[in-house]
């Protein structure tokens, strides 16, 4: 599928229309109708490459490609001083044709609207009941954008990287005898986001993600199996460099070996060091990630650094977190988030001290209502995809390029 004026246009006409819509019900003899606020469409189409080798060998003789493409379509059905119901769909493998498109997204607006009408009267059932409108967000601070990322260029196809990653075979081959099988995988995925909503936003994105994956397997010294994985990604196919391959390569080479003579612990206590990776790891899982996402926030699912911590101490004062989305070297750069809002570098802690969120426009409504201050989206809205097959992925505060800076470092 190709992201296409008319592909775009029809999207647009069709959420425009259903926001004309209304739902009727009849209270104490009233006919009431409950009305949509606001719409918008996350449009991703994903083209991968893929060249495979087992022992410098291709798998298939032509690299292989695949296509996919998803759609979520989110709807704020309703109106109160508190704001909206919020409900989201999704669907994969859309039509080509922008005539079918329509017709299909028209069956997808009919059943949203509905569920929104539903979440709505609930929300107002709910909120007499607790005083709180957990279904209701206010829909943000919106300014009209029309964005083109230009295409993205590159001098090379994938496989003119193929000497690279046949060399690759040989060195650990050759270096080390134990090793029965080398396995090599070289990726290219290139996505192309549209984001469309009633507000008059048109934003157009493209990403490039290129990998090299490589591992491979021997016998340790009591005859056990040993395999070592790893790999490396590249925001752009020029940002390769040969140097970087040969060090992770060499690195694996030696993690291999180590572990081809490794001595079987018994259970125990131990003392532990952590490398950089399972570091920069153990702070996404347990600390950025997670416990400082406005969702899990305002949601009380990261009491551990709520609202009331905020400007105090939390982690060591020699380390300091951001998170920079507008890194173009970095794979998770992007321009806008999925609600279209501009990206932005968060200094989430500095100096051991928290000093902000992830957030996206529901998590800041929520805190600034909990916090009685004002704070709006700071770009992160995100989700890996729109749809996982069983159902729509609402997307969420999420980080983007994770940097940890400490002023106590080591060497390795």
Known sequence: MRITQPISHGIQEVLYRWKKAKVPI??????????????????????EEYICHVNGERI???PVEDDKNCLRLVGHIGKDKEGSAVVNT??????ESPKVLRCSLDELMDSLVKRGA????????????????????????????????????????????????????????????EVREVYTELGLEREKSLFVDTKGNNILQRKELFTIIFSFKGENVRGRDVAVEDSLYFAHRDLYKREYLEKKVMKSIVDFQAR???????????????????AGTFIHEALAA???????????????????????????????????????????????DEEGVKSRRVVLVENGILKNYLLDKASATKLSLKL?????????????????????????????????????????
Not at 133 to 160: C, D, M, W
């Open 290 to 336: 997670h416990l400082l996402s406005g969702k899990y926030v305002v949601e009380d699912d990261s009491l551990v650094f709520g609202t009331g911590r905020l400007g105090q101490r939390i982690i060591p004062e020699y380390l300091t977190i951001i998170d920079d989305p507008t890194d173009k070297t970095k794979i998770g750069s992007y321009d806008y």
């Open 90 to 95: 999704g669907v994969e493998n859309l039509p």
């Open 60 to 62: 298939k003789k032509d």
């Open 118 to 177: 539903v979440a709505y009267l609930e929300g107002v059932g709910e909120r007499i009941i607790t005083t709180q409108a957990h279904t209701f967000v206010l829909n943000g601070v919106v300014r009209k954008v029309l964005y083109r990322q230009p295409q993205i260029r590159s001098s090379k196809n994938l496989e003119e990287f193929e000497p690279e990653v046949l060399q690759l075979c040989k060195d650990i081959s050759s270096q080390v005898k």
């Open 260 to 278: 081809r003579e490794a001595l079987r612990l018994d259970s125990g206590s131990y003392p532990v060091i952590f490398d950089g990776a399972a």
């Open 372 to 412: 009685g201050i004002r704070l709006c989206s700071n770009g992160h809205s995100r989700s890996a995809w729109a749809n996982d097959g069983i159902g729509s992925i609402a997307p969420e505060p999420r980080v983007a390029n994770l940097f940890v800076k400490s002023s106590r470092l080591l060497s390795e």
């Open 26 to 47: 009849r209270v104490e003899n009233q006919n009431l109708f409950i009305r949509p606020q606001y719409f918008s469409a996350l449009l991703r189409v994903l083209k």
